[in-house]
């Protein structure tokens, strides 16, 4: 005689929590456990960045000069009206847009250049390679003094060596012309990273397609325009937001080659409001004139972004 033994059924009583409440508690818990490495990254982000971001805003609303003790009051927006009627931080604001869009352009196109060269198999292509990428490995300060120095004196610099059998004498080029100085110096020092992410993009064509192309009869120019242009889109416009990111930030080349001068012909926002504020101890007006400028920077840069996202997922769908 054998007895069938069955297993009490399992169910939920008043107090216990239902499964799927107890599954969902379990899912926050690992969540959370895979977080919790990231969160001493995340607090020290937030005391370096957030923190300082917030003393600035309050800043903004002081009317606080350091060389008039007793002077500082609460003053509301009025500093941010201050910065927008100034005619020099509107003048500054444009140099800040040409150097950036000059210098990206500028880089991306001889970015371009190099990487078609280097795409194709030469003798000594390594060698030629490494000589490139060195620029971009050069610490921004000393790339200043050696455009400022080397490069563009007017009487020991190369680039006068190399044009005065062209009938151009001792120019100085940085105070003649100091916005396109410190413009030569940034791309000098980009142009290897355009070309080391073109290069990329170009390695990662399938050949077979260009092949294909040529045996229906298309010509090199027929081929990059419609093939390989294309496809380096993505590329150029990653090296394209991310250089003008880094480079709404410049600070060191404009100080080191031309500070900021003649006038303010050379300067841009963060030596500016660096003027302002250690030059000039105007620290409500320069706390003002730092947030505009993070605001308006992260509203572009938001922007460009979805912008970018939205091609490689598109890309990538169609693909």
């Not at 959370?32 to 937030?46: C, E, H, K, S, T």
């Not at 970015?111 to 490139?132: M, P």
Request: glycine fraction near 6%; charge should be positive; hydrophobic fraction near 50%.
């Amino acid at each position: 005689m054998s007895e069938t033994i069955t297993a009490p059924a399992v169910s939920s009583s008043a107090g216990s929590p239902p499964v799927t409440e107890l599954s969902h508690r379990i899912s926050r818990a690992e969540a959370w456990r895979r977080r919790g490495p990231l969160l001493p990254a995340l607090i020290f982000m937030i005391v370096v960045t957030q923190v300082p971001f917030v003393f600035t805003l309050y800043y903004s609303t002081q009317s606080w000069n350091l060389v008039r003790p007793g002077s500082r009051h609460f003053t509301g927006l009025q500093n941010y009206a201050d910065v927008f009627r100034d005619s020099q931080f509107r003048q500054v604001a444009f140099n800040t847009v040409i150097l950036i869009v000059g210098t990206v352009i500028i880089s991306v196109v001889l970015g371009l250049l190099l990487a078609l060269l280097l795409d194709r198999a030469f003798f000594g292509r390594g060698v030629v390679r490494t000589l490139l990428i060195t620029p971009f490995l050069v610490t921004p300060v000393a790339a200043a003094l050696i455009w400022k120095t080397t490069m563009l004196d007017p009487v020991f610099g190369l680039v006068n060596f190399v044009l005065k059998p062209f009938g151009v004498g001792q120019t100085d080029w940085v105070s003649k012309y100091p916005l396109p100085a410190v413009m030569a110096d940034l791309v000098w020092q980009w142009t290897p990273f355009m070309m080391l992410l073109i290069l990329a993009g170009l390695q990662s064509m399938p050949r077979d397609i260009v092949e294909a192309a040529r045996v229906d009869g298309a010509n090199s120019f027929a081929v990059f325009r419609e093939l390989t242009l294309p496809h380096l889109r993505r590329f150029i416009e990653l090296g394209a937001v991310l250089g003008a990111i880094y480079l709404v930030n410049t600070f060191d080349a404009v100080y080191m080659m031309t500070s900021g001068g003649p006038g303010i012909a050379s300067s841009n926002l963060p030596f500016y409001i660096y003027q302002r504020a250690f030059l000039g101890f105007d620290i409500g007006q320069a706390a003002a004139m730092g947030v505009v400028t993070v605001i308006a920077t992260t509203v572009v840069a938001t922007f460009a972004l979805r912008l970018l996202f939205k091609t490689f997922t598109g890309k990538e769908a169609a693909a």
